[in-house]
Nanobody
Framework: QVQLVESGGGLVQVGGSLRLSCAAS????????MAWFRQAPGKEREFVSA????????YYADSVKGRFTISRDNVENTVYLQMNSLKREDTAVYYC????????????????????WGQGTQVTVSS
């Protein structure tokens, strides 16, 4: 079973940037898609971005498209989320997810498609 550890969250001003990292254990890291989700207080967990197993395909929620960039390093078993031009509505706990097989854009948005989750990292954007 894959284990995921997120880092890089923090407090940032509107318009600022943060880079989240998610380190994964396991030898099969390059076999499955990875994703980032987020959950704000009182709201459901929502899809942010996904990246295919070898990194050739990426997918973003409309709310972050053009501002966030997902990438992965299959040698270091790490997935990243570069977040630029942050807005107050980006404030949430961000979770890394692993284990989605294949590349189906509808399935990738569903939390239950993923076999492993990190503990989350808080991102707070203040004005």
């Amino acid at each position: 079973q894959v284990q995921l550890v997120e880092s890089g969250g923090g407090l940032v001003q509107v318009g600022g940037s943060l880079r989240l990292s998610c380190a994964a254990s396991g030898r099969t890291f390059s076999s499955y898609a990875m994703a980032w989700f987020r959950q704000a207080p009182g709201k459901e967990r929502e899809f942010v971005s996904a990246i295919s197993a070898v990194g050739t395909n990426t997918y973003y929620a409309d709310s972050v498209k053009g501002r966030f960039t997902i990438s992965r390093d299959n040698v270091e078993n790490t997935v990243y989320l570069q977040m630029n031009s942050l807005k107050r509505e980006d404030t949430a706990v961000y979770y890394c997810a692993a284990g989605a097989r294949g590349w189906n854009l509808l399935v990738l948005r569903i939390p239950s498609a993923y076999a492993g989750w990190g503990q989350g990292t808080q991102v707070t954007v203040s004005s």
